[in-house]
């Protein structure tokens, strides 16, 4: 469409001049020749329609490209809002999921603490009640070993006395088995004594 609107206007513009030289020629040379002269300026008429025709053809579709250009930007620009558009609104959802990701996370991140500090009140709880168990136990223990070395030193004291007079009655029956028998045997019985 285009080469032929551009060779019929570059035909009607060489028909044009030449139709409209060849009028003037006539008119200022033959002005007498009417019935030439009115079908060349017929052909000048007919030549100039057809020039016109072409002008305004390529007018159209110069004005063509223009809006199909235009309506290939437009949809460009629509496609790229629409693209704007989704990814606005996917990262806004995905702004919004993380942030109620975040929340989530605080709440159970302040669950988890005040259970933690709970944990830990308990904790010390247990650890007071064996401290003062502990020191209880120990106070009892210490009070019972009191008690122990106190009947174990009463013990050993009685124990003492009995196995002193014990000894004291072994040596009265040795001396007086010995003043029977010779003098050596007394002599043994002293050293006796004197170690008990």
């Known amino acids: 469409m285009k080469k032929k609107t551009g060779s019929t206007l570059t035909i009607s513009a060489v028909a044009f001049i030449a139709a409209l030289l060849v009028d003037l020629y006539l008119i200022l040379v033959y002005p007498t020749l009417v019935e030439v002269i009115i079908p060349v300026s017929l052909i000048v008429i007919v030549d100039t329609y057809f020039m016109v025709d072409a002008i305004l053809a390529k007018v159209d579709d110069i ?51 005040h259970e933690l500090s709970e944990q830990d009140k308990l904790l010390a709880k247990a650890n007071i009640k064996k401290a003062q168990d502990n020191t ?40 007086e088995r010995n003043e029977t028998t010779n003098g050596e045997s007394g002599s043994s019985l002293k050293a006796l004594k004197e170690v008990i």
């Open 136 to 175: 209880a136990n120990l106070l009892t223990s210490s009070e019972h070993i009191a008690e122990l070395l106190a009947k174990i030193a009463s013990e050993n004291a009685d124990s003492k006395a009995e196995t002193v007079e014990i000894l004291n009655d072994i040596c009265k029956a040795l001396e």
């Open 63 to 113: 004005a063509s490209i223009s809006i199909d250009k235009t309506n290939e930007l437009t949809k460009v620009e629509k496609g790229i809002y629409s693209v704007a558009k989704r990814e606005e609104t996917a990262r806004n959802q995905s702004m919004s999921a993380l942030l109620d990701l975040l929340l989530e996370l605080k709440e159970e991140n302040a669950t988890l603490m």
